[in-house]
């Protein structure tokens, strides 16, 4: 069984490690906090110095960092993973960043015989038994494969992308749709509830229709909106500009036209100027929407819990 390295043990980072970990593989892990790897470290694995030293005790090496400054500066930094990883050693980021990052680093992970997948995860928190609900990986398909059950324990949907940048295509696309129906999301029940019907009668039957089974409607909103709080973030509005922006930088680098993509980036620029950057990601404009239609969608009564398990339980509920 192939030793995994772990760099990175932040909100995202830990729950995948301790996935990784259940599932018996020797594990060495690295954050800047001892006190984040005190956990795994009581349960068996290797505690690191550095990303080096990482890489130097490990097959496979996984990151999940707050975005390309940071990968760039463990991948290849004084110290970085780099300078530690083995021949047919595997580098695999599970972070949110540009293709052209990954791409940059690979070369210099070949002319050491060792092997760079972008891996980004999607769709949910890895807190759950089951795990996030979508991993992407671009790169050698060989590779893939080698690293597989290890994805596997962790995320119930493992996505093969192509080649190298792929993954983090796919995962830049998914944000700016997610950001795009979000807002559309909020524009609608603003409008529902100033035109006079209940927040959850209208709730309910957006989210038995086609973009009902969509996580923003089944808890997101329900915890935050419908509360009024956006904190604390599982996903905050920080990252989440941070995602946007690098899928319309992409968008600008392809000449493809993103309209929708560049008015929603606006408005989350908009929240951010308001300091809300901590707030929960896809649901802290939403304020600005109430602010600027005038009105409050509150629902406080509505369940999350109750909404998250009649999708489950009932598939086909339209």
């Known amino acids: 069984m192939e030793t995994v390295g772990f760099i990175g043990l932040g909100n995202m980072g830990a729950p995948v490690a301790g996935h990784i970990q259940k599932a018996g593989y020797p594990m060495v892990v690295c954050d800047l906090r001892d006190e984040a790897t005190q956990p795994f470290v009581e349960k068996g694995a290797r505690r690191a110095g550095s990303p080096a030293e990482t890489a130097r005790f490990s097959d496979v090496i996984f990151s999940a960092l707050p975005g390309p400054k940071e990968v760039e500066e463990v991948a290849l930094g004084a ?17 949110t960043g540009p293709p052209s990052l990954v791409r940059r680093i690979e070369p210099l992970f070949r002319a050491r015989e060792a092997y760079v997948l972008d ?43 192509g080649e190298l940048g792929t993954a983090s295509i796919c995962k830049l696309a998914h944000q700016m749709i997610g950001c795009g129906v979000a807002q559309a999301i909020a524009e609608g029940l603003t409008l529902g509830v100033k035109a006079g019907v209940k927040a959850e009668v209208l709730w309910e039957c957006v989210r038995r229709g ?5 996580h923003i409607l089944h808890e997101q909103i329900p915890r935050t909106t419908f509360r009024g709080r956006y904190e604390p973030a599982v996903f905050t509005l920080s990252l989440l500009r941070k995602d946007l922006g690098l899928a319309t930088d992409l968008g600008r680098e392809h000449e493809v036209p993103l309209p929708v993509a560049n008015l929603v980036e606006e408005i989350l620029i908009q929240a951010m100027s308001r300091g809300w950057g901590k707030r929960n990601g896809y649901t802290a404009a939403f304020a600005l929407q109430e602010e600027a239609a005038g009105v409050e969608v509150r629902a406080p009564d509505v369940d999350p819990e109750r909404a998250a398990k009649y999708i489950s339980t009932h598939p086909d509920a339209d």
């Open 79 to 95: 110290d970085g993973i780099i300078e530690g990883v083995k021949k047919d050693g595997v580098y695999l980021d599970i972070s």
């Open 119 to 161: 891996g980004p995860v999607s769709a949910g928190q890895p807190g759950a038994v089951r795990g996030i609900h979508e991993v992407m990986v671009g790169g050698d398909r060989e590779i893939f494969e080698r690293v597989k059950p290890i994805l596997a324990s962790f995320g119930d949907q493992v996505l093969y992308t």
């Open 210 to 214: 086609l973009v009902g089974r969509m």
